[in-house]
Antibody, heavy 117, light 110 residues
Framework: EVQLVESGGDLVQPGGSLRLSCAAS????????MHWVRQAPGKGLVWVSH????????NYADSVKGRFTISRDNAKNTLYLQMNSLRAEDTAVYYC??????????WGQGTLVTVSS | QSALTQPPSASGSPGQSVTISCTGT?????????VSWYQQHPGKAPKLMIY???KWPSGVPDRFSGSKSGNTASLTVSGLQAEDEAEYYC??????????FGGGTKLTVL
């Protein structure tokens, strides 16, 4: 059974940093593209970032480019999102998702990031 | 990276059919057959309902169907049931390893 478990969400001050993790199991993580998607309270889903299977290619939404970094450790079956220079508008539930057929085929349960003073 | 355009709301009575549209551009919806649809109930993670425009993941009932014409994709829910009441999002590949979601449609079963 595919499982994705996010962690690391917290309350952080504007300008601060946070690293999210996504522990994967039940599939060959090292062969899978992965995504981060976020959802602000009461708002819609927004694609944040993508990473290919070996981590050599990464892509970001314009809203986070230069502030967020996606990475992965295939030996640990773990996906990461390093978030720097956080803003109030980054407040959201962050989901990791496994890509299949250019869709988010499997999702984690999400982790809440709150940026507030 | 502009969001795809979905109607904010849709509704139908039990047993009826309802169609939700998703309009993009030739750079996303119109350019690739990589449109997917997601169902999200309040407080839950999204669930994949359709991928590659019209394919079903395992376990999704065939009451849900997808199609595309030009720059507009559509999700049709037939034989509406109470449990279909949820938010629905379209999602498209936009080239160069970028993706974009629609703004979401709240489906109400009357």
């Amino acid at each position: 059974e595919v499982q994705l478990v996010e962690s690391g969400g917290d309350l952080v001050q504007p300008g601060g940093s946070l690293r999210l993790s996504c522990a994967a199991s039940g599939f060959t993580f090292s062969n899978s593209w992965m995504h981060w998607v976020r959802q602000a309270p009461g708002k819609g889903l927004v694609w944040v970032s993508h990473i290919n299977s070996d981590g050599s290619s990464t892509n970001y939404a314009d809203s986070v480019k230069g502030r967020f970094t996606i990475s992965r450790d295939n030996a640990k079956n773990t996906l990461y999102l390093q978030m720097n220079s956080l803003r109030a508008e980054d407040t959201a539930v962050y989901y990791c998702a496994r890509d299949q057929y250019y869709s988010n085929y499997y999702w984690g349960q999400g982790t809440l990031v709150t940026v507030s003073s | 990276q502009s969001a795809l355009t979905q109607p904010p709301s849709a509704s139908g009575s039990p047993g009826q059919s309802v169609t939700i549209s998703c309009t993009g551009t030739s750079s996303d919806v119109g350019g690739y057959n990589y449109v997917s649809w997601y169902q999200q109930h309040p407080g839950k993670a999204p669930k994949l309902m359709i991928y590659e425009v019209s394919k079903w993941p395992s376990g999704v009932p065939d009451r849900f169907s997808g199609s595309k014409s030009g720059n507009t994709a559509s999700l049709t829910v037939s034989g509406l049931q109470a449990e279909d009441e949820a938010e629905y999002y379209c999602y498209s590949y936009a080239g160069s390893n970028n993706w974009v979601f629609g703004g979401g449609t709240k489906l109400t079963v009357l």
